[in-house]
């Protein structure tokens, strides 16, 4: 519970002070990640062709992947 408490505090003391224009640009492009996360889970079951799910499950990993990535930067 004590490392938990520790890695909460070392990932807010990393945040970086975004101006306000940074913190908006950083919800769109969130938005645009998470609507691309949303259509690709749902896509996914539709693919019929190998290939195709496989792009479409990679770009899962990598919206979720920057979902993240973004999360950790915002306030």
Not at 8 to 25: D, F, G, M, Q, Y
């Amino acid at each position: 519970m004590a490392k938990n408490k520790d890695k909460k505090k070392n990932k807010s003391a990393e945040k970086p002070n975004l101006a306000v224009h940074e913190t908006i640009e950083l919800h769109e492009v969130m938005t645009i990640r998470q609507a691309s996360l949303l259509k690709a889970g749902m896509m996914e079951s539709l693919a019929e062709d190998s290939k195709l799910r496989e792009i479409v499950r990679k770009e899962r990993k990598i919206s979720k992947k920057a979902i993240d990535e973004i999360q950790e930067l915002l306030p």
